[in-house]
């Protein structure tokens, strides 16, 4: 040791660091069940959340905790009764596990809103009594006394007109389900479906308790099969997204995971032929794990395992430093400290690259992305830091100069060159012409639907249940607000009337808005007024079927009469189903408090039809306190917007890159852009060709290569003709691409496109940059 | 849906009875049926009059109607009201059709009222005939006394009792009378004369179906 101060400060650092890794291993053991079981499944965690907007977080929250705790299955057979049969079998196949609860409640709706019923009138009555003669009104109550069926409860005498029958029946709109034989039924498209409606006891977010569901469904599913081979089971609810979710993490990660490590460790192996060499990799592997989950545990609440999977494939990478170590010690004579100390500046200038790129996710601000440039950086950092602190201790004096290296240094001398020849610029403008033509092609795609959807025949299952139920989407409502209760009433009815139109266009299915159950008291009072005119047919109907003068004023209400209010509603079990839409009241800063509530849309059509809603609280006559919110929409526009700033960025740096490393390279500095940025206009290209839509995923990744790109360009004109540091860079973009390629493998598209776009960039550059190192 | 959901457990302990009486008495059940189905001589299409007496709940004074009536069975049925008042009502599988006043009508689908649905299975079950159609939504009793019978119906779950208390069919070679109790205990009694039976419809009343 010639310096003994820099040994003993990086004697005392690499002990630090040991220390620390030992404590932060104890940490993550000791919490390993607690935070393993806090693994978040939950995709709507990785969307932005916007804290100016309160109101709207609380609506979103509120719409998907109605969600996550309800299961429905569907059964259906070939006929009504082989489907009752079916359902039978399916019921009992899921009783008595404890992992679902029948829904229950016997709160009868009738009992409750009838004290009030003379406030409720159906569309139809309401537009009828508006105009209807008394002739017209005697009419109608004399065809309703003697018909035999009658659409409400209520006797003939407490409803003449049938009003509350109708508006009873009215609230049945709501949903397609009818309960008919003890069992709910829905018809569709000629099929008898039986519907099984369960809540859950626990969160559908809880991994073990989605698990035992799922098997438990699946058995359920083959024994109605068994018994009936033409039955069909449906089953619908966020839980089966989640384990579905986890399931998926879980065999990405061990196939990302367990990949790349074989490929390492075989890789490794092979060419060093040195069992130190593998510990070594461990060792800065483990590390990188190590830090990584640290930190995402400590500053995340919940890991999500979209985070673990993409951490999988950050094995590849992370090995990248271990590697560059190696290579310099192939039979190399010089002592370890000594190189390493001249490796160190290098070593120094590929960890900052990646580590920027990586930590360009956290600029946008979309949770999981920020979560993975945490745990990539953190990860990266962890695996460097070991080598960086550890290798100098732990290296063998040397490394045995593998037989491979021969045929490496041959090859390299054989990889075509840049000329300034006439060929070498047609053979480049040829692929300037194919590239772009691709690039031509290349589409952007935005939407966040295709970026988090699962498994396509799940999707289309939920779907077909969704359509039949008549579910609401889960991702859109109206939001409404008012001064006050009554005012907010008002505003959803104003709302309400507009929607009319479009269910009757058939664009939507059908609304839920607390307005159906709780009229505003302005329109409960219109309804006492107008059938308070109704007192002269009353009176000749007693008259003629000998009803007693008492009679006539119980069935003519009087607008004085009271009326159902919000307080009598909420308090009561009878709202309990719909309360959920009720938000209660929030304060915007300053102001005073607003009372707000949720109108959700079911069997919206399609994208137009989300189109014509988006467009109408706008629309003249402007709709008061009406607000679209269309979560898919809106995450889709930050995901453009962010993909073109991104993309900025990323040309920012393709410029920045040659001027930053001008100093170092001077002339030469266009041998090591060069290749980078013709991979990276290949890579689009090629994406063009294979129709792969470009996002803000592909964007990142390109970021990435560019990073990657720069770093295996560096490293060989910085030592060229080495044919050790071709090994090295030629090892590290092997396994860099075979993780990023096992990434692409990922059922999770926006895995995927962060998988695939960085495996072709990566495999490109390490391809092209031999083709421009100048000749020896 | 929820307002259907919180119906369920009612209805669930009901059938659960239900199931529970019908696995007791399975053979005599299906016997009745068959006796009634033995003696009931049902033919396409069958036409005939009406009289409706309708008692309400704490009103003296009966309502009576009468009418003419049209049964096909795969079709539906026209139920022509003439006194007090006119009105055509037509039950067809989907939808009934009213028509009254000048040609005012009201048409009511299945598809968009639920109860439409329910009421039509039922009256459609009753006026043609169809006893296993009834079986399916209701619990049933009867007798059978020489050529003459009667069949005591009482629906199957709480939803379908929200609507009717209790059905009655009584006949001989063909329906005869109907009884009717609502669920706020409204009897209606309808007797058929002057039935005649048809292999099929004639051109005139298919078009009434149109």
């Given at each position: 040791m010639n310096k003994p101060g820099p040994a003993r400060a990086h004697r005392l650092l690499a002990g630090c660091w040991l220390v620390f890794l030992l404590a932060a291993a104890a940490v993550l053991a000791a919490g390993w069940a607690r935070w393993t079981g806090r693994i978040d499944t939950d995709l709507l965690a990785l969307m932005p959340h916007d804290e100016r907007r309160p109101v709207r977080e609380a609506a979103l929250k509120a719409l998907a905790a109605r969600g996550e705790r309800q299961l429905a299955v569907l059964v259906s057979a070939r006929d009504e009764s082989a489907a009752r049969k079916a359902a039978a079998l399916a019921r009992g196949a899921l009783a008595g596990s404890g992992l679902v609860e029948r829904q229950s409640g016997t709160v009868s709706p009738a009992d409750f809103y009838l004290p009030w019923r003379h406030g409720f009138l159906s569309a139809a009555d309401r537009d009828w009594l508006r105009t209807a003669t008394p002739e017209a009104a005697r009419a109608r109550a004399l065809r309703l006394a003697h018909a035999p069926f009658a659409p409400g409860t209520l006797s003939w005498q407490d409803d003449p007109f049938g009003f509350f029958g109708n508006w009873l029946?009215?609230?049945?709109?709501?949903?397609?389900?009818?309960?008919?034989?003890?069992?709910?039924?829905?018809?569709?498209?000629?099929?008898?479906?039986?519907?099984?409606?369960?809540?859950?006891?626990?969160?559908?977010?809880?991994?073990?308790?989605?698990?035992?569901?799922?098997?438990?469904?699946?058995?359920?599913?083959?024994?109605?099969?068994?018994?009936?081979?033409?039955?069909?089971?449906?089953?619908?609810?966020?839980?089966?997204?989640?384990?579905?979710?986890?399931?998926?993490?879980?065999?990405?990660?061990?196939?990302?995971?367990?990949?790349?490590?074989?490929?390492?460790?075989?890789?490794?192996?092979?060419?060093?032929?040195?069992?130190?060499?593998?510990?070594?990799?461990?060792?800065?592997?483990?590390?990188?794990?190590?830090?990584?989950?640290?930190?995402?545990?400590?500053?995340?609440?919940?890991?999500?395992?979209?985070?673990?999977?993409?951490?999988?494939?950050?094995?590849?990478?992370?090995?990248?430093?271990?590697?560059?170590?190696?290579?310099?010690?192939?039979?190399?004579?010089?002592?370890?400290r000594e190189r390493f100390r001249r490796l160190l500046p290098t070593l120094c200038m590929v960890l900052v690259t990646p580590a920027l790129a990586y930590f360009a996710l956290a600029l946008t601000p979309f949770p999981g992305l920020e979560q993975m440039a945490v745990f990539a950086v953190c990860g990266i950092f962890g695996a460097w830091t070991s080598v960086v602190l550890f290798y100098p201790y732990l290296l063998p004096a040397t490394l045995p100069l593998p037989?491979?290296?021969?045929?490496?240094?041959?090859?390299?001398?054989?990889?075509?060159?840049?000329?300034?020849?006439?060929?070498?610029?047609?053979?480049?403008?040829?692929?300037?012409?194919?590239?772009?033509?691709?690039?031509?092609?290349?589409?952007?795609?935005?939407?966040?639907?295709?970026?988090?959807?699962?498994?396509?025949?799940?999707?289309?299952?939920?779907?077909?249940?969704?359509?039949?139920?008549?579910l609401p989407s889960p991702a859109q409502m109206f939001l409404v607000g008012g001064a006050t209760p009554?005012?907010?009433?008002?505003?959803?009815?104003?709302?309400?009337?507009?929607?009319?139109?479009?269910?009757?266009?058939?664009?939507?299915?059908?609304?839920?808005?607390?307005?159906?159950?709780?009229?505003?008291?302005?329109?409960?009072?219109?309804?006492?007024?107008?059938?308070?005119?109704?007192?002269?047919?009353?009176?000749?109907?007693?008259?003629?079927?000998?009803?007693?003068?008492?009679?006539?004023?119980?069935?003519?209400?009087?607008?004085?009469?009271?009326?159902?209010?919000?307080?009598?509603?909420?308090?009561?079990?009878?709202?309990?189903?719909?309360?959920?839409?009720?938000?209660?009241?929030?304060?915007?800063?300053?102001?005073?408090?607003?009372?707000?509530?949720?109108?959700?849309?079911?069997?919206?059509?399609?994208?137009?039809?989300?189109?014509?809603?988006?467009?109408?609280?706008?629309?003249e006559p402007a709709l008061a306190g009406v607000e679209w919110i269309d979560q898919t929409r809106e995450i889709s526009a930050l995901m453009a917007r962010y993909r073109g700033l991104l993309t900025r960025a990323l040309l920012l740096a393709c410029l920045a890159a040659p001027l930053l490393l001008f100093p170092f390279f001077r002339a030469r500095v266009w041998r090591i852009v060069a290749p980078v940025l013709a991979a990276g206009g290949?890579?689009?290209?090629?994406?063009?060709?294979?129709?792969?839509?470009?996002?803000?995923?592909?964007?990142?990744?390109?970021?990435?290569?560019?990073?990657?790109?720069?770093?295996?360009?560096?490293?060989?004109?910085?030592?060229?003709?080495?044919?050790?540091?071709?090994?090295?860079?030629?090892?590290?973009?092997?396994?860099?691409?075979?993780?990023?390629?096992?990434?692409?493998?990922?059922?999770?598209?926006?895995?995927?496109?962060?998988?695939?776009?960085?495996?072709?960039?990566?495999?490109?550059?390490?391809?092209?940059?031999p083709v421009f190192l100048r000749k020896a | 849906m929820k307002l259907l959901k919180r119906l369920k457990p009612a209805a669930l302990r009901a059938a659960l009875v239900l199931a529970c009486l019908g696995a007791a008495l399975p053979a005599r059940a299906a016997g009745l049926l068959d006796e009634v189905r033995a003696r009931l001589v049902l033919a396409p299409v069958t036409k005939g009059e009406f009289l409706q007496t309708r008692k309400l709940a704490q009103i003296d004074k009966p309502l009576v109607s009468n009418g003419r009536f049209l049964v096909a069975r795969d079709i539906g049925v026209i139920w022509e009201n003439i006194a007090p008042f006119a009105q055509t009502t037509r039950l067809t599988k989907n939808e009934i059709l009213q028509t009254h006043d000048q040609g005012t009508a009201t048409r009511l689908s299945a598809d968009k009222e639920p109860v439409v649905g329910v009421i039509n299975a039922i009256l459609f079950g009753a006026l043609s005939g169809d006893i296993e159609a009834l079986a399916q939504r209701f619990d049933?009793?009867?007798?059978?006394?020489?050529?003459?019978?009667?069949?005591?119906?009482?629906?199957?779950?709480?939803?379908?009792?929200?609507?009717?208390?209790?059905?009655?069919l009584s006949g001989g070679r063909g329906i005869e009378r109907i009884e009717i109790t609502s669920a706020a205990g409204d009897v209606t009694h309808i007797e058929f004369k002057a039935q005649v039976q048809a292999g099929a419809l004639s051109g005139e009343d298919r078009k009434r179906f149109e």
């Open positions: 029946a009215s609230l049945a709109e709501v949903t397609p389900l009818r309960l008919s034989g003890g069992e709910l039924m829905v018809e569709h498209e000629g099929r008898h479906y039986a519907a099984l409606i369960y809540s859950l006891p626990h969160s559908a977010f809880a991994a073990d308790f989605q698990q035992k569901l799922v098997a438990r469904l699946d058995a359920a599913r083959a024994r109605v099969r068994d018994a009936d081979q033409e039955a069909r089971f449906l089953a619908v609810g966020v839980v089966l997204h989640a384990a579905a979710a986890t399931r998926q993490a879980e065999d990405e990660m061990r196939l990302i995971g367990m990949g790349s490590l074989l490929g390492t460790f075989f890789l490794i192996g092979f060419v060093f032929q040195s069992a130190r060499a593998l510990q070594l990799i461990a060792v800065s592997l483990l590390s990188g794990a190590i830090a990584a989950l640290l930190a995402a545990v400590s500053l995340f609440e919940r890991v999500h395992a979209v985070t673990l999977v993409f951490g999988a494939s950050l094995i590849g990478v992370a090995v990248d430093y271990a590697i560059l170590v190696f290579a310099q010690h192939l039979g190399s004579a010089e002592p370890v037989k491979n290296a021969g045929i490496m240094a041959r090859l390299v001398e054989r990889w075509p060159r840049w000329r300034n020849s006439g060929k070498a610029w047609g053979v480049a403008l040829l692929l300037a012409a194919i590239a772009a033509g691709g690039l031509a092609r290349l589409r952007v795609d935005d939407d966040i639907r295709g970026l988090f959807s699962g498994d396509p025949a799940r999707m289309a299952e939920q779907r077909a249940a969704g359509e039949i139920m008549r009554e005012e907010l009433l008002r505003n959803e009815e104003a709302l309400v009337a507009r929607l009319r139109p479009l269910m009757a266009a058939g664009k939507i299915g059908g609304y839920e808005a607390v307005s159906r159950w709780l009229p505003s008291g302005a329109r409960q009072r219109e309804a006492l007024a107008l059938q308070g005119r109704l007192r002269p047919s009353l009176t000749r109907i007693a008259a003629e079927l000998e009803l007693p003068a008492a009679w006539i004023a119980e069935s003519s209400p009087e607008a004085a009469d009271k009326t159902l209010t919000p307080e009598i509603w909420l308090a009561d079990a009878a709202s309990a189903p719909f309360r959920a839409l009720w938000l209660g009241t929030a304060e915007a800063d300053g102001t005073a408090p607003r009372h707000f509530s949720m109108v959700l849309l079911q069997g919206l059509a399609d994208g137009a039809a989300a189109r014509a809603l988006a467009e109408l609280p706008g629309r290949m890579t689009l290209a090629i994406m063009g060709y294979l129709d792969i839509p470009l996002q803000l995923l592909s964007i990142l990744a390109l970021l990435l290569t560019l990073g990657m790109g720069v770093d295996y360009a560096i490293f060989l004109q910085a030592r060229q003709s080495h044919a050790h540091t071709l090994l090295a860079t030629t090892l590290a973009a092997l396994l860099t691409l075979l993780s990023f390629g096992l990434l692409a493998l990922s059922a999770t598209p926006a895995l995927r496109a962060l998988g695939l776009t960085a495996a072709l960039g990566v495999m490109l550059s390490w391809l092209l940059t | 049933y009793s009867g007798k059978v006394t020489g050529d003459a019978w009667r069949l005591d119906f009482t629906p199957k779950d709480a939803s379908l009792a929200r609507f009717v208390r209790g059905l009655a």
